[in-house]
C-alpha cells in the first residue's frame, strides 16, 4: 500500500527522483499513466496488470468504456529508475498535468499520485471538509 505526500522537483530534462521509500514498493520499472482529475498515476507492474483486467472487462460497445480505455492504455508508458533512482516523465504527461517544476507525489492505497502542485492544491480538502465527507461515508467508517 503506498502512503504519504513527498515534495520534489523535475529538472530541466523532465526527470524526478522518486523517493526511495516508494521506489522499495514500485521496482525499477514500473507503468506512468495519465489519471483522472488532471494527475498522473505510477502503478507497479502487478497492479497495472489488475487495472487493465478491469479496463477489458468494460463493454466494447459502448462508446463511453472504448473513449476510457484509449484514455488510459494510449497514456501508458514503462518507465525505468535511473542509478540516481529518477523517471522520466514524458512531455506529453507533464504538459496534461500541467506539471512544470514542484511536483506533489501521493500514496494512493495500490498507485502513486504524480501532481503540480496546483492541481494538488486545487483537489486537496481540508480538515472539515474530511469531517464532512467521512460523516457522509458513516456507514463505512463506522
Not at 68 to 76: D, E, G, K
Request: with cysteine; glycine share 6%; charged share 30%.
Amino acid at each position: 500500500m503506498f502512503t504519504g505526500e513527498y515534495h520534489h522537483s523535475i529538472d530541466t530534462k523532465g526527470r524526478l527522483i522518486v523517493p526511495a521509500k516508494l521506489r522499495e514498493s514500485l521496482g525499477d520499472k514500473f507503468f506512468i499513466v495519465k489519471g483522472v482529475d488532471k494527475c498522473l498515476n505510477l502503478y507497479t507492474n502487478e497492479e497495472w496488470e489488475k487495472f487493465v483486467a478491469k479496463l477489458r472487462k468494460l463493454p466494447e460497445g459502448n462508446a463511453n468504456a472504448r473513449k476510457l480505455v484509449r484514455f488510459y492504455l494510449s497514456s501508458a508508458f514503462e518507465v525505468e529508475v535511473d542509478k540516481q533512482g529518477r523517471i522520466l516523465i514524458p512531455t506529453t504527461h507533464r504538459d496534461y498535468a500541467k506539471i512544470d517544476k514542484e511536483v506533489v507525489l501521493s500514496g494512493e492505497d495500490n498507485k502513486v499520485g504524480v501532481w503540480s502542485v496546483e492541481n494538488w492544491e486545487a483537489i486537496s480538502i481540508d480538515d472539515e471538509e474530511a469531517t464532512d465527507i467521512s460523516n457522509a461515508f458513516a456507514d463505512i467508517f463506522g
